[in-house]
């Protein structure tokens, strides 16, 4: 198994280092997109900020993509495309919201996968953000 590259390393170390101030109910889910998730999938080697100006069609990352379910328009924080098709949607919480215990995360990003109109039963594939737990399992 390769080594995950050195900036996650640092990003969690930020985390730990900072913990209560993260996971205080004043930071919000902004701060970790732009903070942590944006910077943990560029260094995976996805184009997040369209570095790369590719047209709409191609971009690697969608920012709250747009999918219906029910007939009503939603928007996945992240959907994660190859090649134009989606692949997965990543769902941004912020780190005081509790995602193993709380159903309504889970629930949410099961709706806009098994709703993704790209596939025929939904994509296979998608995360509530990873906070620094699952970071420290990837590293």
Not at 17 to 33: A, F, L
Not at 69 to 98: H, M, Q, S, W
Request: hydrophobic content about 35%; glycine content about 6%.
């Amino acid at each position: 198994m390769s080594q995950a590259p050195p900036i996650v390393a640092t990003l969690i170390d930020r985390f730990e280092q900072n913990r209560d101030s993260y996971k205080s109910q004043s930071y919000n889910e902004t701060q970790v997109r732009r903070e942590f998730l944006d910077p943990f999938f560029e260094a995976l080697g996805w184009d997040v900020a369209n570095k790369q100006g590719h047209a709409e069609a191609y971009k690697d990352v969608i920012h709250e993509d747009a999918i219906k379910i029910g007939g009503n328009t939603k928007a996945p924080d992240y959907c994660f495309r190859i090649g134009g098709a989606r692949k997965f949607f990543l769902e941004a919480k912020k780190p005081a919201v509790n995602v193993k215990d709380e159903i309504p995360p889970a629930y949410q990003l099961r709706r806009y996968a098994w709703s993704c109109p790209d596939q025929r039963r939904g994509l296979s594939l998608s995360q509530v953000s990873p906070h620094a737990s699952l970071c420290r399992r990837l590293s």
